[in-house]
């Protein structure tokens, strides 16, 4: 585990391995000597913050060169420690992978947790895409490792695996969220709608990825425009959840 990585690393980088109580002035275990009973914890919270170092080096090393690419003497250098200290941690790149995808996907479902939120659905139409949908997109663009551990095709098998999972979650929320926008539609017809949207939203999050800038800002807008309008209509003109300045040309509002 990484936390008993932590801790033995995070021990070889202090000074000695004595035990606690002897750690004290004079070697002394008196119950007044509180300097020993904190020297673990501190050695802890270095191998931490050294874990921290280095998962935050592998995501840079990640995006720029790529999973496949990448190499433990490329991370350990962007850390600024010697392969010795990160093999303190972590045995070989796909354990520094693990660590990192572990962590991403757990702050991402947090995300879509919140994106995919019940009071979303009392929203119309172009501004419920808005709130699901910004949240995702800024995820991805603030954690852009994130992207490449989920896409790429030499991804350790635990991550594809947990995010194949998470695909399929993902997707029931979305189905379940359009199932309050078109109550008619028979669940056969939902889970193909939902399916669709959902892999707009992929497709378009590829495109967004690609560019930066005013330019990212464009397709994300341009994403947002393909799904209402692929959606506006299967809500028809007369729902409530269709915005009243769009019940013609089923066209989002832009300021």
Same mark, same amino acid.
């Given at each position: 585990? $990484?936390?008993?990585? @932590?801790?033995?690393?995070?021990? #070889? /980088?202090?000074?000695?391995?004595?035990?606690?109580?002897?750690? !004290? *002035?004079?070697?002394?275990?008196?119950?007044?000597?509180?300097?020993?009973?904190?020297?673990?914890?501190?050695?802890?919270?270095?191998?931490?913050?050294?874990?921290?170092?280095?998962?935050?080096?592998?995501?840079?090393?990640?995006?720029?060169?790529?999973?496949?690419?990448?190499?433990?003497?490329?991370?350990?250098?962007?850390?600024?420690?010697?392969?010795?200290?990160?093999?303190?941690?972590? $045995?070989?790149?796909? @354990?520094?992978?693990?660590?990192? #995808? /572990?962590?991403?996907?757990?702050?991402?479902?947090?995300?879509? !947790? *919140?994106?995919?939120?019940?009071?979303?659905?009392?929203?119309?139409?172009?501004?419920?895409?808005?709130?699901?949908?910004?949240?995702?997109?800024?995820?991805?663009?603030?954690?852009?490792?994130?992207?490449?551990?989920?896409?790429?095709?030499?991804?350790?098998?635990?991550?594809?695996?947990?995010?194949?999972?998470?695909?399929?979650?993902?997707?029931?929320?979305?189905?379940?969220?359009?199932?309050?926008?078109?109550?008619?539609?028979?669940?056969?017809?939902?889970?193909?709608?939902?399916?669709?949207?959902?892999?707009?939203?992929? *497709?378009?999050?590829?495109?967004?990825?690609?560019?930066?800038?005013?330019?990212?800002?464009?397709?994300?807008?341009?994403?947002?425009?393909?799904?209402?309008?692929?959606?506006?209509?299967?809500?028809?003109?007369?729902?409530?959840?269709?915005?009243?300045?769009?019940?013609?040309?089923?066209?989002?509002?832009?300021?």
């Amino acid at each position: 585990m $990484p936390e008993a990585r @932590a801790k033995k690393g995070a021990a #070889g /980088d202090g000074a000695a391995g004595k035990p606690a109580a002897r750690e !004290g *002035a004079g070697g002394t275990t008196g119950t007044g000597d509180t300097t020993g009973a904190t020297r673990p914890r501190r050695r802890q919270a270095r191998g931490e913050a050294r874990i921290a170092q280095l998962l935050q080096a592998a995501a840079s090393v990640f995006c720029t060169s790529g999973y496949t690419a990448s190499s433990t003497n490329a991370i350990a250098r962007e850390a600024g420690v010697s392969p010795g200290t990160l093999y303190q941690f972590f $045995p070989n790149k796909e @354990a520094i992978a693990v660590e990192l #995808g /572990d962590q991403l996907l757990h702050r991402w479902r947090d995300t879509y !947790g *919140a994106a995919f939120d019940q009071t979303h659905l009392e929203l119309p139409l172009d501004q419920m895409l808005d709130a699901v949908l910004d949240p995702l997109i800024a995820f991805n663009c603030e954690n852009p490792a994130f992207f490449v551990l989920m896409h790429g095709s030499e991804i350790p098998g635990r991550i594809t695996e947990e995010h194949d999972t998470l695909h399929t979650t993902m997707l029931s929320r979305v189905e379940g969220i359009l199932a309050d926008y078109l109550p008619d539609v028979p669940a056969v017809q939902l889970h193909r709608v939902a399916e669709m949207a959902f892999m707009v939203f992929k *497709a378009g999050l590829d495109l967004v990825m690609a560019h930066e800038g005013e330019e990212r800002e464009a397709y994300i807008r341009e994403m947002k425009a393909a799904m209402y309008r692929y959606l506006a209509p299967l809500i028809g003109d007369d729902s409530p959840h269709l915005a009243p300045h769009a019940r013609q040309d089923h066209t989002p509002h832009t300021p």
